[in-house]
């Protein structure tokens, strides 16, 4: 998805390196928590023609609460998390990003991608990451 929306240049300077972390990182939290994505559920060919059937469209975090993949006891801080979340406000940040070129890599700090609870800090519970 990421070169989808950067595009398929060479980025292998530092400064490239920071620029496309940022923009990985908003684009995971906006891909994740605020678009809801349709699945096929079912495919039919008839001759050279397939059909397909989709189920309805919800975000990668609706279906991990659907598969019960986050403990019960965790999705209401990930329900929070999500809800405490502007759409519009994460889809201009990338725009803006992508507009700026590597000149928006220190527009703002990318957002967690996870909730911060029970006063746990976020590099703690998953690990130090260099990238995103």
């Known amino acids: 998805m990421v070169r989808e929306i950067v595009g398929y240049e ?3 300077t530092p400064e490239h ?7 990985y990182a ?14 096929v ?9 397939v059909q397909k059937k989709y189920d309805s469209a919800k975000t990668p975090l609706q279906r991990t609460f659907d ?5 019960t006891n965790s999705q209401k ?10 759409p519009q406000q994460l889809h ?4 803006t990003l992508l507009a700026q070129g590597l000149g928006g890599a220190n527009l703002a700090l990318a957002p967690l ?5 029970r006063g746990i800090d976020n590099d703690k519970r998953n690990g130090t990451r260099d990238s995103y």
């Open 10 to 12: 060479r980025f292998d």
């Open 17 to 23: 390196v920071q620029w496309l972390n940022t923009v």
């Open 26 to 39: 908003w684009l995971d939290v906006y891909a994740n928590a605020c678009l809801p994505m349709r699945k």
């Open 41 to 49: 559920i079912e495919k039919k060919r008839n001759g050279s023609h």
């Open 67 to 71: 598969a019960s993949a986050i403990p």
């Open 77 to 86: 801080y990930w329900s929070e998390w999500a809800q405490s979340l502007n």
């Open 92 to 95: 201009r940040q990338l725009v």
């Open 113 to 117: 991608p996870a909730p911060v609870s």
